[in-house]
Nanobody, 126 residues
Framework: QVQLVESGGGSVQTGGSLRLSCAVS????????LGWFRQAPGKEREGVAL???????TYTDNVKGRFTISKENGANSYYLQMTSLNPDDRGMYHC????????????????????WGQGTQVTVSS
């Protein structure tokens, strides 16, 4: 059974940085799509970044150049480095995985197809 545990959320001021971590187990490191989604109060879930086992990486437009997704060798841990944070980045961040699958950009529109972690809260004050 796939399990995901996030850490690293917190509260920063506008322009600050945070690094989120996700420990993943029970998956196929050589055949999985890992990523991050977020959800702010009153808003729909939004895909942030995806990282495929074939090294495919994609970001949603409003985080490009500011966020970086990465993973350790073996893909048991992966990360989201967030810089130049602004209040629009506030929300609950969830690491996600679709096991036995590659990543594709359209998967941002299919959050229900992923297994989700519990989430870690990110707060950005202006």
């Amino acid at each position: 059974q796939v399990q995901l545990v996030e850490s690293g959320g917190g509260s920063v001021q506008t322009g600050g940085s945070l690094r989120l971590s996700c420990a993943v187990s029970g998956h196929r490191p050589d055949w999985s799509c890992l990523g991050w989604f977020r959800q702010a109060p009153g808003k729909e879930r939004e895909g942030v970044a995806l990282y495929g086992s074939n090294e495919y990486i994609t970001y949603t437009d409003n985080v490009k150049g500011r966020f970086t997704i990465s993973k350790e060798n073996g893909a048991n841990s992966y990360y989201l480095q967030m810089t130049s944070l602004n209040p629009d980045d506030r929300g609950m961040y969830h690491c996600v995985i679709k096991d036995r699958s590659l990543c594709y950009g359209f998967m941002f529109r299919e959050p229900e197809s992923f297994t989700w972690g519990q989430g870690t809260q990110v707060t950005v004050s202006s």
